[in-house]
């Protein structure tokens, strides 16, 4: 199996597309994950430089939070994802729904998703997010139990800052999760937060080894599966993820480094 692998335009903005782009080509990464705006001439300059630096595209689905209804919600979700799919994605990653409609409500939301994936053909896989309907590892049980074909980009991160914790007792919970992944955001959490100041701090030891395991057990089924190549970002994001001084601001890392560190990590201990 092959692993292919993915930087986020998230922390990047501040480079102009082309000059993005041919860094993260340079820098041994296969393609880009991505919002991208409505805005004709920025969508075609997007597909010419994707063509042109052979980068692979994930579409990123994250509408904003706003005071709507869910039938409001569902129009302005179906809309979007239309709108995705014709870059021809990859797949699109969704940011799916609100952690506190409710759970019929929830489901509605992803039934309406996979219509969008069926008539374009374009897959769609939701994240697993806080703020989302799958915000934690008991309540997207509920959701795998009602949806058996619901398809989950593997975030675990968040679950660990919901959780407050590395998910202990939860095996069974993250069993489920791990066989419906069908993409990965290589991010490192723990109990008091969705990322850890620095990966290879040896203080974080403890949370990359559990995130490392359950990335392994996902590779795993995988090739189980069949699967010939699985997608995975490298997805520290910056600040306020990326923790700051106080009254300076300043990150106390470089991002895209660690980005690029986290790729070459798993690139050795990755048993593909």
């Given at each position: 199996?092959?692993?292919?692998?993915?930087?986020?335009?998230?922390?990047n903005?501040?480079?102009?597309?082309?000059?993005?782009?041919?860094?993260?080509?340079?820098?041994?990464?296969?393609?880009?994950?991505?919002?991208?705006?409505?805005?004709?001439?920025?969508?075609?300059?997007?597909?010419?430089?994707?063509?042109?630096?052979?980068?692979?595209?994930?579409a990123?689905?994250?509408?904003?939070?706003?005071?709507?209804?869910?039938?409001?919600?569902?129009?302005?979700?179906?809309?979007?994802?239309?709108?995705?799919?014709?870059?021809?994605?990859?797949?699109?990653?969704s940011?799916?729904?609100?952690?506190?409609?409710?759970?019929?409500?929830?489901?509605?939301?992803i039934?309406?998703?996979?219509?969008?994936?069926?008539?374009?053909?374009?897959?769609?896989?939701?994240?697993?997010?806080?703020?989302?309907?799958?915000?934690?590892?008991?309540?997207?049980?509920?959701?795998?139990?009602?949806?058996?074909?619901?398809?989950?980009?593997?975030?675990?991160s968040?679950w660990?800052?919901?959780?407050?914790?590395?998910?202990?007792g939860?095996?069974?919970?993250?069993?489920?999760?791990?066989?419906?992944?069908?993409?990965?955001?290589?991010?490192?959490?723990?109990?008091?937060?969705?990322?850890?100041?620095?990966?290879?701090?040896?203080?974080?030891?403890?949370?990359?080894?559990?995130?490392?395991f359950?990335?392994?057990?996902?590779?795993?089924?995988?090739?189980?599966?069949?699967?010939?190549?699985?997608?995975?970002?490298?997805?520290?994001?910056?600040?306020?993820?990326?923790?700051?001084?106080?009254?300076?601001?300043?990150?106390?890392?470089?991002?895209?480094?660690?980005?690029?560190?986290?790729?070459?990590?798993?690139?050795?201990?990755?048993?593909?």
């Amino acid at each position: 199996m092959e692993i292919k692998y993915f930087m986020p335009r998230w922390g990047n903005e501040h480079l102009p597309l082309p000059d993005f782009f041919k860094k993260i080509k340079d820098s041994g990464y296969h393609g880009v994950e991505m919002s991208i705006p409505y805005n004709e001439e920025y969508a075609d300059k997007l597909k010419d430089l994707l063509g042109k630096n052979n980068l692979l595209l994930i579409a990123q689905q994250n509408i904003p939070f706003a005071n709507e209804s869910i039938e409001k919600y569902i129009e302005q979700l179906q809309r979007h994802l239309i709108y995705l799919a014709s870059f021809n994605p990859l797949f699109i990653n969704s940011h799916t729904g609100k952690d506190y409609f409710s759970f019929e409500d929830n489901c509605r939301i992803i039934k309406a998703a996979e219509i969008i994936s069926a008539n374009t053909g374009v897959n769609v896989y939701h994240e697993t997010h806080r703020g989302r309907c799958l915000y934690s590892a008991p309540m997207a049980k509920l959701y795998f139990d009602e949806l058996p074909e619901l398809k989950i980009s593997a975030d675990f991160s968040h679950w660990c800052c919901v959780s407050e914790s590395l998910l202990e007792g939860q095996d069974d919970l993250m069993y489920e999760a791990i066989k419906r992944t069908k993409y990965i955001h290589a991010r490192v959490g723990y109990s008091q937060g969705p990322q850890v100041n620095h990966p290879f701090a040896p203080e974080n030891n403890e949370a990359l080894d559990k995130h490392l395991f359950w990335w392994q057990k996902i590779i795993d089924h995988q090739k189980m599966l069949g699967t010939k190549i699985f997608p995975l970002a490298t997805e520290f994001g910056p600040k306020p993820y990326l923790q700051t001084l106080p009254f300076t601001n300043r990150e106390v890392a470089d991002l895209f480094q660690i980005n690029l560190g986290m790729k070459s990590y798993l690139i050795n201990r990755l048993n593909i």
